[in-house]
């Protein structure tokens, strides 16, 4: 089963690999008709797969390796057995690049189509917006200093137990660190800070020494992104309001897939939007290229980390574009 | 940077690092000690790096080949550059394991250990439920059937303009083809489902052939996956009521890796409790092997999903343990 960002990429994804079928049946009639020697062997068709490998072949194998564990062969059943030399010989569009027949027509195959995590990505893989608005849930470590003034340039936010980053001023610390709106802050020097209030977390940054703080930060754990594609009128298909999503159009892209109101916008491919006027964020939005990926929050969440937030703070909010 | 699914992963990655380091300097002071030939290679020196590759080399390969376009050479600026070669001879335990030097003590490299999207999991990786409990919010393509009564098994509920699965009935063709709870529908039999209602949604289910329903499915938008690990005395550290995170163990693996209140439990080891009693989902923990991934959701959002279903319907809901 194969994973996609957009449903643009899925139905590309999809024709590729009829095509590809299509174009090897094709050659298998007229070869029928010209009356080849029966004895040429079958596997060495040319067929013009589509120009990205079409199964991810790290998701594929990892899988297969628990299962041979598990179950006997297809074979002693059904008499059919899918191993490489059966699928070569009868659907080679689906053999893994590397074990393609070597006579089969040179195709050039993009690295970016498959993305780390495994996901098929036949048009927004060359984005570099798709990459820098993943949002991962992961956990990684970040080490910060303070600036002249001692700061280390983020303010934090207690929701459910939990400790976030509302603010990251930009030429910061924090902000040089990779530290986003929405983070999770776990750990503060090896001290977890769960269900510690905002004015306790304050307090130990503000204690720290000026070099080598360590923050163990969980992947912004509200938010998500998605993945949209311009129409030939350049728009993606969502009103917003103060940077919350409040409308859909009808067959757009935002429709297609699955955008939701009562969201906020946080993020124009990776770059963050929370604080900018709506018109500034049309602005980066048609400046973007064919594909956009905004990362989007539960507007209730978004309304919490604001809450008691001074306009002053906001316009020091960091704008700029994450490092790749 | 190196990404991980829990914080114990993080601290195991980061001991094994510097325990390789130590290892690497005691090594280079005994054989100085030893006065051996200056002319012997430096880059052969015996190290113990630890079991699993430092760095997953997709995540470092990809961002490079984008830089090296668009930056100079270091070496130019600094008179330094890290070239294979120079770190092949000051720091060879950040060498991509197929490239470490043939003379370097032999370390099983477990695969599982780097997740396919990258995060690097020394403890958690050979866990089942980590890859089962898997949050991708990504697209796939879902073939339904009915069944003998003409049903596909699901429900559905509409929230901010999106439909979501809210019932996956157990044994039926929904369950059979991996559809889990809080599933974004985003098209059915090729139609954009957006804005509709969920009676709308039910219906074009109904009047469906009995084969071949296409539907685009998002994976779980408002959840996310928490991969905990049990102390000594089996506990992960959190307490529930009604499905409900209520309360976080101090100094807990579920403090340290930010489990928030507030959420409902969805899933343990990817498999749906949803509709389970408490005591059952504590069973199951209890079953659980060291690590366990809890999958959950805000509960304002899983209240508005579960509102108005018959408690006779949430006794059919699907339980299995999906496919890996």
New interface residues.
């Given amino acids: ?7 643009e ?2 139905k590309v994804d ?1 024709m590729g690999k009829v095509q590809a079928q299509m174009v090897n049946e094709a050659i298998r009639a007229s070869q029928q008709a010209q009356a080849l020697p029966a004895s040429a062997p079958p596997t060495h068709d040319p067929y013009a797969p589509p120009p990205y490998p079409l199964h ?1 072949p ?2 594929q194998t ?2 297969k390796s ?2 041979e564990l598990l179950y006997p062969a297809l074979d002693e059943y059904m008499g059919l057995e899918f191993t490489q030399d059966i699928i070569a010989a009868n659907m080679p569009e689906y053999l893994p690049v590397a074990q393609r027949p070597p006579g089969t027509m040179g195709v050039a195959v993009g ?2 189509s498959v993305m ?4 098929v990505a036949p048009i927004s893989g060359s984005s ?1 917006g798709l ?1 820098r608005g993943q ?7 970040v080490t910060l200093c303070k600036d002249g003034d001692g700061k280390v340039g983020m303010r934090v936010k207690a ?4 400790v976030f980053v509302c603010l990251v001023k930009k030429n910061s610390p924090a902000a040089m660190a ?1 530290l986003r709106f929405g983070d ?1 802050v ?2 503060v020097n090896g001290q ?1 800070v ?2 510690y209030s905002m004015e306790k977390v304050h307090d130990m940054l503000r204690k720290s020494p000026p070099n080598g703080i360590q923050l ?1 930060v ?2 912004r ?2 938010e ?2 998605v993945t949209l594609h311009k129409d030939s009128t350049g728009h993606i298909g969502f009103q917003f309001r103060d940077g919350e999503i409040t409308a ?1 159009v ?2 757009s892209s935002a ?4 955008l ?4 906020h916008l946080l993020e124009v491919n990776g770059q963050n939007v929370v604080g900018l006027k709506d018109k500034d964020i049309s602005a980066l939005i048609s400046e973007c290229g064919q594909v956009v990926t905004v990362t989007v929050m ?1 507007t ?2 978004y309304k919490h980390m604001m809450k008691h937030m001074a306009s002053s703070l906001v316009k020091f909010m960091d704008h700029s574009i994450p ?2």
């Fill in positions: 089963m194969s994973l996609y960002p957009s449903l990429d899925m999809q991810p790290q998701t990892q899988p628990g299962l690295a970016s780390p995590s495994g996901v570099p990459l949002v991962t849930n992961a956990i990684r470590e929701i459910n137990k939990g990779g999770q776990l750990q977890t769960a269900s163990a969980r992947d754990p509200f998500r992104a859909l009808k067959d429709a297609r897939n699955g939701l109101t009562d969201h539960p209730f969440v490092d790749l």
